[in-house]
């Protein structure tokens, strides 16, 4: 019975975690980050496309930067 309830409760944790975690990196969507080595429209796609549908370089105020769709 014990084994259970420590499974139950390892599985909720990770659960939690898993939720959390998306909801933190969603705020890459919809803004413009700092691309090293300069903003490529390739890399800047690669760095965008896990949480959101891709990404384009930008220029705003004078400096190029990353911006990640919607």
């Not at 384009?56 to 105020?61: E, F, G, M, T, W």
């Amino acid at each position: 019975m014990a084994q259970i309830k420590v499974f139950t409760f390892i599985l909720l944790v990770a659960l939690v975690l898993f939720v959390g975690r998306d909801e933190v990196d969603a705020t890459k969507c919809c803004a413009e980050h700092p691309i090293a080595g300069g903003c490529t429209n390739d890399k800047c796609n690669k760095f965008c496309q896990d949480q959101c549908r891709g990404g384009v370089c930008k220029q705003r105020n004078g400096k190029f930067g990353c911006h990640c769709y919607c």
